[in-house]
């Protein structure tokens, strides 16, 4: 898989390239700004790019603009989002033009390797990540919570989880359920919320978010 | 003859006219005074209060422009909605009432420049072209007298002018521009704006600092962390636990780096030696400072919290200049506290040549301790020393 990262942090851009290199991932390019950033993509068409939001010369969402705009430009260039702070409204920004290809995760989740590198390959491979902390504050929030007051505790769960984009198969390893109950609760909370059931996994997490008013 | 020459000649020309003014307007307000037992009187006296604010601002322009007293405007006149108020307002608004004491005592010295204006530019005028004219009929002799009488006269018209307009400028500069209790109203609110943007710009640095630093370091750590976790589980081959092995390693430097910067960062926002007062705080300073510092601390009673931050800070960023621009070898950190007040002074025998100009990291310092209403000198002439003394009051 080819990378680029895009990170103002030297000490953590050299770390995620050390990181990704020793997992057998090609790190073609890391930059400090959002315009090295396009400029990188735009030369290397990576697989994915990995993006830090707040960098120069603003350190406000230089990365996000830059993330967005890259989505719009290449659209089979996946991109991750990475951030210290959990915004939904950021979030909101860059699920505006579909969902496929695009993950948001807060930086630390990266000391967990294996889970980053699968997040990581599904963003390659077309799907959504979301981080669970996203998702928690999407959910909690006053009116969101009411919406979702219909819902039992294990269906709550089981949205929560395909909100950060998994797959059936994945809830149901996660909730330890056999896959066809995770089915039968998937299509309780589409019943409930009055949502078009949909197959595919990015589809699914853009109707529920949607139907959150992200 | 020079512009500002002129140009205060031009001002004693339009003084009869608008002393002329002011006079009758002195009647005006007098009359309404006289006629406020009628009750027409009241009206009538608030009006000509609001009068004497706009004579006032044709003054202060004149003055300013001409003859250099030049004030910043008082607050404009801001009554409340109806008629009553705007009469009450008129009343008791002490630009109006000064303004009317300008037009009153204004008018001696107005007489002062208006004699010397004549003695001097008029009178020099007529004796150097008396001969002309022949208004001397004993001919060339009185004639070769006169004019030079007339001449030196002309050469002293500027000078004397600008010496007889001194109590018109001291008038304009203490009646007509914004009083006192106004001008340190003004001073405070600059000072409170400085005081919460100050404060901002703070937090957003140690968030800052904390974001880019500590947390991104943190990242790393656990990151370096994590990768060591899937080294030593991936089995007990010996190139895994070597790798292990220098993972852990630079993640034990890594947090005992990040323990480092911490604590640089803390002290940045606040010193913990400053719990155990100021003189203990700038010891420490003292010692930290990389060429040697003598301090000198006689504090009969503690500061206020708030205040010793404050010196303590101004310490910090004046030590930091003279490390950083004064070539000086050794400083000396002097602080007193007495009157109220605490002095803080900051010597060196380094170059000199420090300025409290904009722009400057002085320029800041001085803002800082303008908020809390104290002030600081610099005097730093090139060659040195440099003598830096800020002055705050004890207590807020």
Not at chain 2, 313 to 327: M, P, W
């Given at each position: 898989m080819?990378?680029?990262?895009a990170?103002?942090?030297?000490?953590?851009r050299?770390?995620?390239?050390?990181?990704l290199?020793?997992r057998?991932?090609?790190?073609?390019a890391?930059v400090?700004?959002?315009?090295?950033?396009?400029?990188?993509?735009?030369?290397?068409?990576?697989?994915?790019?990995?993006?830090d939001?707040?960098?120069?010369p603003?350190?406000?969402?230089?990365?996000l603009?830059?993330?967005?705009?890259?989505?719009?430009d290449?659209?089979g260039?996946?991109v991750l989002?990475?951030?210290q702070?959990?915004?939904?409204r950021?979030?909101?920004?860059l699920l505006?033009?579909?969902?496929d290809?695009v993950?948001y995760?807060?930086k630390?989740?990266?000391?967990?390797?294996?889970?980053f590198l699968?997040a990581?390959?599904?963003?390659?491979?077309?799907?959504t990540?979301?981080?669970p902390e996203?998702?928690?504050?999407?959910?909690?929030?006053?009116?969101r919570?009411?919406a979702?007051?219909a819902?039992t505790a294990?269906?709550?769960d089981v949205l929560?989880?395909?909100a950060q984009?998994?797959?059936?198969?994945?809830?149901a390893?996660?909730?330890f359920l056999s896959?066809?109950s995770?089915?039968?609760h998937?299509s309780?909370?589409f019943a409930?919320?009055?949502l078009p059931?949909s197959?595919h996994?990015?589809r699914?997490?853009?109707?529920v978010l949607?139907?959150l008013?992200? | 003859?020079?512009?500002?020459?002129a140009?205060e000649?031009?001002?004693?020309?339009i003084?009869?006219?608008?002393a002329?003014?002011?006079?009758?307007?002195?009647v005006?307000?007098?009359l309404?005074v006289?006629t406020t037992?009628?009750?027409i009187?009241v009206?009538?006296?608030a009006?000509?209060?609001v009068?004497?604010?706009?004579?006032g601002?044709?003054?202060?322009?004149?003055?300013?422009a001409?003859i250099?007293?030049?004030?910043?405007?008082?607050?404009?006149?801001?009554?409340?909605?109806g008629?009553?108020?705007w009469?009450?307002?008129a009343?008791?608004?002490?630009t109006g009432?000064?303004?009317v004491?300008?037009a009153?005592?204004r008018?001696?010295?107005?007489?002062?420049a208006?004699a010397?204006?004549?003695?001097?530019?008029?009178g020099?005028?007529v004796?150097?072209?008396?001969p002309v004219?022949?208004?001397v009929?004993e001919?060339w002799?009185s004639?070769?007298?006169?004019?030079?009488?007339?001449l030196?006269l002309?050469?002293?018209?500027?000078?004397?002018?600008r010496?007889?307009?001194s109590?018109?400028?001291l008038?304009?500069?203490?009646l007509?521009?914004?009083s006192?209790s106004?001008?340190?109203?003004?001073?405070?609110e600059?000072?409170?704006?400085?005081a919460?943007?100050?404060a901002v710009?703070r937090?957003?640095q140690?968030?800052?600092?904390?974001h880019d630093?500590?947390?991104?370091r943190l990242?790393?750590?656990?990151?370096s962390?994590g990768l060591?976790?899937?080294e030593l589980?991936?089995?007990?081959?010996?190139?895994?636990l070597e790798?292990a092995?220098?993972?852990?390693?630079?993640?034990?430097?890594?947090?005992?780096?990040?323990?480092?910067e911490?604590r640089?960062?803390?002290r940045?926002?606040?010193?913990?030696a400053?719990?155990?007062g100021l003189?203990?705080?700038?010891?420490t300073?003292?010692a930290?400072?990389?060429i040697p510092?003598r301090?000198?601390a006689?504090?009969?009673?503690?500061?206020?919290a708030?205040?010793?931050?404050?010196?303590y800070?101004?310490?910090?960023e004046?030590?930091?200049?003279?490390?950083?621009?004064?070539?000086a070898?050794?400083?000396?950190v002097?602080?007193r506290?007495g009157?109220g007040?605490?002095t803080l002074?900051v010597r060196d025998?380094g170059?000199g040549?420090?300025a409290?100009g904009?722009?400057?990291?002085?320029?800041?310092?001085a803002?800082r301790?303008?908020a809390?209403?104290?002030?600081?000198?610099?005097?730093?002439?090139q060659?040195?020393p440099?003598?830096?003394t800020v002055?705050?009051p004890?207590?807020?």
């Amino acid at each position: 898989m080819r990378i680029v990262i895009a990170e103002d942090a030297a000490m953590l851009r050299d770390g995620l390239r050390m990181l990704l290199a020793a997992r057998g991932r090609d790190v073609v390019a890391a930059v400090g700004d959002g315009e090295a950033l396009r400029a990188a993509v735009a030369e290397h068409r990576p697989d994915v790019a990995v993006v830090d939001v707040r960098m120069p010369p603003t350190f406000t969402d230089e990365g996000l603009r830059a993330a967005i705009r890259i989505r719009r430009d290449h659209p089979g260039v996946g991109v991750l989002v990475f951030s210290q702070y959990v915004e939904t409204r950021y979030a909101a920004r860059l699920l505006a033009d579909g969902a496929d290809g695009v993950g948001y995760l807060l930086k630390e989740r990266v000391a967990d390797v294996r889970d980053f590198l699968s997040a990581l390959d599904r963003i390659a491979a077309g799907e959504t990540v979301l981080d669970p902390e996203v998702v928690t504050q999407i959910m909690g929030a006053g009116q969101r919570a009411e919406a979702l007051a219909a819902l039992t505790a294990r269906e709550r769960d089981v949205l929560a989880l395909m909100a950060q984009g998994r797959s059936n198969t994945a809830i149901a390893g996660a909730l330890f359920l056999s896959y066809g109950s995770v089915e039968k609760h998937v299509s309780q909370i589409f019943a409930k919320l009055g949502l078009p059931p949909s197959d595919h996994d990015h589809r699914r997490v853009l109707a529920v978010l949607r139907h959150l008013q992200v | 003859m020079p512009v500002t020459a002129a140009r205060e000649l031009a001002y004693t020309l339009i003084l009869p006219l608008m002393a002329g003014i002011g006079l009758v307007h002195l009647v005006v307000v007098l009359l309404s005074v006289l006629t406020t037992v009628n009750l027409i009187g009241v009206p009538m006296l608030a009006l000509s209060l609001v009068a004497a604010r706009g004579l006032g601002t044709v003054n202060r322009r004149l003055a300013g422009a001409l003859i250099g007293a030049r004030t910043t405007d008082p607050a404009p006149f801001r009554p409340g909605k109806g008629l009553f108020r705007w009469v009450g307002a008129a009343l008791v608004d002490a630009t109006g009432w000064r303004a009317v004491a300008h037009a009153l005592i204004r008018l001696p010295a107005a007489a002062l420049a208006l004699a010397t204006a004549a003695g001097l530019w008029g009178g020099g005028l007529v004796l150097l072209v008396s001969p002309v004219w022949r208004l001397v009929p004993e001919g060339w002799p009185s004639a070769a007298l006169l004019s030079p009488a007339g001449l030196a006269l002309l050469f002293l018209a500027p000078r004397g002018l600008r010496l007889a307009l001194s109590p018109e400028r001291l008038l304009a500069r203490t009646l007509l521009g914004p009083s006192a209790s106004e001008a340190r109203i003004r001073r405070l609110e600059r000072a409170r704006a400085f005081a919460v943007d100050d404060a901002v710009a703070r937090l957003r640095q140690v968030e800052r600092d904390l974001h880019d630093g500590t947390s991104a370091r943190l990242v790393t750590l656990a990151m370096s962390l994590g990768l060591a976790r899937e080294e030593l589980e991936l089995g007990h081959r010996p190139d895994h636990l070597e790798r292990a092995r220098a993972l852990v390693d630079g993640a034990h430097r890594d947090a005992k780096e990040t323990v480092a910067e911490l604590r640089d960062l803390i002290r940045g926002i606040l010193p913990p030696a400053l719990d155990q007062g100021l003189e203990t705080a700038l010891a420490t300073l003292a010692a930290r400072t990389p060429i040697p510092v003598r301090l000198h601390a006689d504090l009969p009673e503690r500061p206020d919290a708030s205040i010793e931050v404050v010196a303590y800070f101004c310490a910090t960023e004046l030590l930091a200049n003279v490390v950083r621009h004064s070539g000086a070898r050794h400083a000396a950190v002097d602080v007193r506290g007495g009157d109220g007040r605490l002095t803080l002074v900051v010597r060196d025998e380094g170059a000199g040549g420090a300025a409290s100009g904009a722009g400057s990291g002085l320029r800041g310092l001085a803002d800082r301790v303008g908020a809390v209403d104290g002030a600081m000198d610099v005097h730093s002439p090139q060659g040195g020393p440099t003598v830096i003394t800020v002055t705050i009051p004890l207590h807020l």
